[in-house]
């Protein structure tokens, strides 16, 4: 969708939230193939399952159905009978037109949409460092030092959480490699050595873990509503490992979406949300960890010049790869007084990303993503002294001095308590 389009829509969402009525749409946006029918389902399903939340919903999710989205979403409202708001939207899409038909978006170029081969052809790849053992845990290199923290606070329940029990908790790991020819998604090779990495180091944490590979967005969704579902009374923690290519889309709280291998997303924020109280009532309480590693967008960080900048950084070895998907639209604002009250208590839980949102995050097909790979590095080295938080600082300070191009992990980071593994 053009930005105007989308700005259209943002001006008038708290409207359309109010006004527009649902349950009449459905066939009319299928048969315009607006919306597949597993998209529909997840509307229908979104927050409480209201008009309010569908609406809201259905709002959001057409900012990412192309270019001629609104145009279709605008019959669709004239053939349900819903004239006040088509007109509302028709009338002013054509003034927003007259009044600078040559320059679309206020002056500014129209976007390009690119292909992937058209973004980052092979030659122009950047050849960056492989992420061997990170430099930044060796003292001096990165301000770490190698001291580990007094053991008092792993034993003080106010200060820590206590993961005690055997196992300590599920770990569910989505590993999405090869993505149907209609997707217009590449194969993700090297990701399997990130799965198996992930696989073994949560074995050691004491997670029971379970491997689901290639699966649709509609899969994914049944993988973790399953895991949901389960009981887990007798376990302290849960974790959701998820590899797969991503994109920047519409939130209220937790950026980013995942592609099954069908190419549809899956929000970062359904994912989040399916482990919350009402989902995951065994949970609460509880924390419970989500690793992603996918691209939260198209930019490439070039990064800046810093004197303490390591020769061996500037190496180039193999060609890596982005685990992004160009032909996303970018980030969306949300209307704060429509959105307020649909958000949940984010307690107990951390979301570690692989970039920072809007930008790719680098794989090498022959070792793995660089943040995975750090991440099992750092968590071998630390993990038996240290918290999680601390840890994802050694490993957002290793992958931040790698390459050419850049990258920066981080995290949403609601948890209680300090949390340390058990090793």
Request: net charge negative; glycine share 6%; hydrophobic share 35%.
């Amino acid at each position: 969708m053009n930005e105007a389009d989308r700005l259209l829509l943002r001006r008038y969402r708290v409207r359309l939230v109010g006004e527009l009525q649902v349950a009449s749409l459905w066939d009319a946006l299928l048969s315009r193939e607006l919306f597949t029918p597993d998209m529909i389902e997840d509307i229908q399903r979104a927050g409480s399952g209201s008009r309010r939340d569908q609406a809201r919903q259905l709002i959001l999710d057409l900012e990412t159905r192309g270019s001629q989205a609104l145009p279709l979403f605008i019959s669709c409202l004239e053939d349900t009978g819903q004239d006040t708001l088509a007109s509302l939207l028709k009338t002013s899409r054509q003034a927003a037109k007259q009044d600078d038909p040559s320059k679309p978006s206020q002056g500014k170029l129209a976007p390009v949409v690119l292909g992937p081969e058209e973004l980052w052809p092979a030659k122009l790849r950047p050849e960056v460092l492989r992420p061997e053992v990170p430099r930044a845990v060796d003292a001096g290199s990165g301000g770490f030092t190698d001291v580990c923290p007094q053991d008092r606070a792993k034993g003080n329940a106010d200060l820590a959480y206590v993961l005690n029990a055997d196992p300590c908790g599920h770990c569910l790991i989505i590993n999405n490699v090869n993505f149907c020819r209609e997707s217009g998604l590449r194969a993700r090779t090297g990701s399997n050595i990130d799965c198996e990495r992930m696989r073994r180091r949560f074995h050691l944490l004491q997670f029971v873990v379970e491997v689901k590979c290639d699966l649709t967005a509609k899969q994914m969704v049944q993988a973790l509503m399953q895991l949901a579902r389960q009981d887990h009374s007798a376990l302290d923690c849960c974790m959701v490992v998820i590899l797969s290519h991503g994109c920047q889309a519409s939130h209220l709280q937790f950026p980013g979406a995942v592609y099954g291998t069908d190419g549809c997303p899956v929000s970062v924020e359904r994912i989040v949300n399916t482990f919350n109280g009402t989902g995951c009532p065994s949970l609460r309480g509880k924390p419970k960890l989500f690793f992603i590693q996918a691209c939260g967008g198209e930019q490439k960080d070039h990064g800046f010049e810093v004197e303490s900048t390591s020769p061996e950084d500037k190496t180039p070895s193999s060609d890596p790869e982005a685990d992004a998907t160009p032909f996303q639209e970018g980030p969306r604002s949300i209307d704060e007084p429509d959105a307020v009250s649909s958000l949940p208590t984010p307690s107990d839980i951390l979301v570690s990303y692989s970039t920072f949102p809007g930008f790719v995050s680098w794989r090498d097909p022959k070792s793995g993503s660089w943040y995975i790979e750090t991440l099992d590095s750092i968590f071998e080295q630390w993990a038996h002294c240290e918290d999680l938080q601390t840890l994802l600082l050694r490993v957002a300070n290793a992958v931040s001095v790698k390459g050419i191009y850049k990258q920066m992990p981080g995290c949403f980071n609601f948890l209680r308590k300090k949390l340390f593994f058990k090793t």
